[in-house]
């Protein structure tokens, strides 16, 4: 099993930044993906980013050039760089972890708030 526990989210006015990390624990040793989603009460989750071993990151239309994904393997955990924040960003973010042989796992969230 894999644990997953995301820190960072607060409130930040519009245009203002923050710096969401994941840190895993437990069975990690098969991870090879990990990503970040987003959901907010009216809408179903949604890909923010992802990033693969061996690959290159991958993101959303709407948080491309604004946002970035990075991991560190040697600390177990994944970051989620967040700037040129907007109010429609606002939203609960999970942190999510995949591997060979493995399901899929996920953080509770943390709250972020868009508002000025």
């Known amino acids: 099993q894999v644990q997953l526990v995301e820190s960072g989210g607060g409130l930040v006015q519009p245009g203002g930044s923050l710096r969401l990390s994941c840190a895993a624990s437990g069975n990690i040793f098969r991870i090879n993906t990990m990503g970040w989603y987003r959901q907010t009460p009216g809408k179903q989750r949604e890909l923010v980013a992802s990033?693969?071993?061996?690959?290159?990151?991958k993101y959303a239309d709407f948080v491309k050039g604004r946002f970035t994904i990075s991991r560190d393997s040697a600390k177990n955990t994944l970051t989620l760089q967040m700037n040129h924040l907007k109010p429609e960003d606002t939203a609960v973010y999970y942190c999510m972890s995949a591997g060979a042989f493995q399901g899929d796992f996920w953080g509770q969230g943390t709250q972020v708030t868009v508002s000025s």
């Open positions: 990033i693969i071993i061996g690959g290159s990151p």
